[in-house]
């Protein structure tokens, strides 16, 4: 498609062989679908926005299947999630804190840069919550 001059050549037939070739090349199926995805959504963009383009090529091309419907990260089960939480010393306070940092990773699904970002003040207040029999109390 970069021999493409013009937005308005681009035809059903064009996509496909881009899309084939984009299959040749050894790419992903959720790369070449997120490419055609992409696409798509230029053509949409382009057609909301003036009357040059009234059609959208890529619409009803059919996209390549993705092997799984799992992400990529593998997930803990509950018994490892126990493991890392009961993995810090319950009766220090850098072990306390270790563990409510888990905690805040596991449960509430923050990145580790968010959790570390974290100040006192952003708590909630609140009753406790339990972890695993735990009873943690939120209080300040």
Partial sequence: MR????????SRSRVLVWRANLESAGLSSATSRRKLAALASL??????????HTRNPVHGI????????????????NAQEKLLLN???RYSTKGLRDRAMLAVLLFQGLR???VTLLKINDLQRG????IYGYKVKVDG
């Fill in 43 to 52: 053509f949409d963009y382009l057609i909301e926005r003036g009357p040059r």
């Fill in 62 to 77: 059919r996209r390549p299947r993705i092997e799984s419907y799992e992400g990529k990260t593998p997930a803990l089960n």
């Fill in 112 to 114: 580790r840069q968010e």
């Fill in 87 to 89: 993995a810090p010393d």
């Fill in 127 to 130: 009753r406790g919550f339990s």
């Fill in 3 to 10: 021999a493409v001059k013009d937005l308005h050549e681009i």
